[in-house]
């Protein structure tokens, strides 16, 4: 079976640990590298980042793992983000990305 991994900064070290998950800390400089060696762990089928590390260059090393690699690359807002962000965007992203299809959601 895949595992799911968390990619957080280490101020969030604990918090997705608690929940069965394996957890990995990065800073914005080390996620190319997380990532690198989660692609190559032919374990891992999801890989979560949160988006505070999402810095730089690091939205196109992600399109580029998500074309080259199997697993799913879900990038996870800040905690911090102010509500009424385009998220129900994100989730149809991440839905048409997974089956296939684009979904129409009414809510």
């Known amino acids: 079976m895949k595992k799911v991994v968390v990619i957080a900064p280490p101020d969030a070290r604990h918090g997705f640990a608690l929940t069965g998950v394996r957890e990995v800390t990065a800073t914005p400089e080390e996620l190319p590298a997380r990532l690198r060696e989660l692609a190559s762990d032919p374990l891992t089928g999801v890989a979560i980042v949160d988006e505070r590390l999402v810095v730089g260059a690091a939205p196109g090393q992600i399109r580029e793992m998500e074309r080259r690699w199997p697993g ?36």
């Open 72 to 107: 799913l690359v879900i990038v996870l807002p800040a905690p911090e983000r102010a509500r009424g962000a385009p998220e129900e965007d994100y989730v149809l992203q991440l839905i048409r990305r997974a089956i296939g299809y684009q979904v129409r959601l009414n809510l």
